[in-house]
Nanobody
Framework: QVQLVESGGGLVQPGGSLRLSCAAS????????IYWYRQAPGSERELVAS???????NYADSVKGRFTISGDNAKNTVYLQMNSLKPEDTAVYYC????????????????WGRGTQVVVSS
């Protein structure tokens, strides 16, 4: 069983920064593809950033140049560094990752975190 536990959310003023973390626990041999989503009140969940096992990253236009996605397999943790935060970044942020759960017969499974609240307000 694998669980993703998020942390790092909170209240921050516009222009500030937050670093979200999502730690994987359980039978984890590695983390490959990583995705961060967010869902604002009254809005649909949207993909804001991703990094694939090959190293390619993608960002939503609204966060390009401000957010950075990364992963640390040694710590079984994924991150979202958020800089120059804006009020419109207010949302619940969810981590999602493809996790290798079996070796050597590689099995990759997708897991979701439960979300962490980010509020950007003055």
């Amino acid at each position: 069983q694998v669980q993703l536990v998020e942390s790092g959310g909170g209240l921050v003023q516009p222009g500030g920064s937050l670093r979200l973390s999502c730690a994987a626990s359980g039978r984890v041999f590695g983390i490959t593809n990583i995705y961060w989503y967010r869902q604002a009140p009254g809005s649909e969940r949207e993909l804001v950033a991703s990094i694939l096992s090959g190293g390619t990253t993608n960002y939503a236009d609204s966060v390009k140049g401000r957010f950075t996605i990364s992963g640390d397999n040694a710590k079984n943790t994924v991150y979202l560094q958020m800089n120059s935060l804006k009020p419109e970044d207010t949302a619940v942020y969810y981590c999602n990752a493809d996790v290798v759960t079996s070796i050597p017969q590689i099995r990759s499974q997708n897991f979701w975190g439960r979300g962490t609240q980010v509020v950007v307000s003055s």
